[in-house]
T-cell receptor, first 112, second 113 residues
Framework: DVKVTQSSRYLVKRTGEKVFLECVQDMDHENMFWYRQDPGLGLRLIYFSYDVKMKEKGDIPEGYSVSREKKERFSLILESASTNQTSMYLC???????????FGPGTRLTVL | QQQVKQSPQSLIVQKGGISIINCAYENTAFDYFPWYQQFPGKGPALLIAIRPDVSEKKEGRFTISFNKSAKQFSLHIMDSQPGDSATYFC????????????FGSGTQLTVLP
């Protein structure tokens, strides 16, 4: 079975802190994604990566950056966390374009 | 820009009833329409998907109906069970697009015992 793991289930940070969210997939998938999930807004794409060191902006990239130095690992970085970034963050991966996306369990981030 | 609109936001159904969730899309180039199911504390998981060359796809109690001319598709859950209580997301994508999926806003389904 495909497994997508996220480094933390719950995270509490202070405004202005730098925050790292880590995601690892174990199935050699080409594509990896970071989404933000908020009630009533569904899943909104922040960034995605279709290859190592390659990244593209999604719908809401402002305030976020990403890093993909190895194929299996995709990191989301909040350079200076703000309260409006309090949310559930979901990582996903897919084998290639057009394939099913597999999601991790999510990280619930609270910024105080 | 929301390209996939989903309704209702929440739905309560009695056990054994039919649950219906609707989605409408704007981009006529979309050619893949999956539904994802998310249980509390879990990430979404693919439930069923359809391509526009067919008008209906059925897997067990779950059916997708697709209306290309109206740019609408819907999920029907027959004989709904309390275990179906979850959040359901429709999505749409373009073939060959690395970005892949644009999601609807989600529907929280509660099936009463």
């Amino acid at each position: 079975d495909v497994k997508v793991t996220q480094s933390s289930r719950y995270l509490v940070k202070r405004t202005g802190e730098k925050v790292f969210l880590e995601c690892v997939q174990d199935m050699d998938h080409e594509n990896m994604f970071w989404y933000r999930q908020d009630p009533g807004l569904g899943l909104r794409l922040i960034y995605f990566s279709y290859d190592v060191k390659m990244k593209e902006k999604g719908d809401i990239p402002e305030g976020y950056s990403v890093s993909r130095e190895k194929k299996e690992r995709f990191s989301l970085i909040l350079e200076s966390a703000s309260t409006n970034q309090t949310s559930m963050y979901l990582c996903a991966s897919s084998l290639r374009a057009g394939n099913e996306q597999f999601f991790g369990p999510g990280t619930r981030l609270t910024v105080l | 820009q929301q390209q996939v609109k989903q309704s209702p936001q929440s739905l309560i159904v009695q056990k054994g009833g039919i649950s219906i969730i609707n989605c409408a899309y704007e981009n006529t180039a979309f050619d893949y329409f999956p539904w994802y199911q998310q249980f509390p504390g879990k990430g979404p998981a693919l439930l069923i998907a359809i391509r526009p060359d067919v008008s209906e796809k059925k897997e067990g109690r779950f059916t997708i109906s697709f209306n290309k001319s109206a740019k609408q598709f819907s999920l029907h859950i027959m004989d709904s069970q309390p275990g179906d209580s979850a959040t359901y997301f429709c999505a749409a994508s373009l073939s060959g697009s690395a970005r892949q999926l644009t999601f609807g806003s989600g529907t929280q389904l509660t099936v009463l015992p």
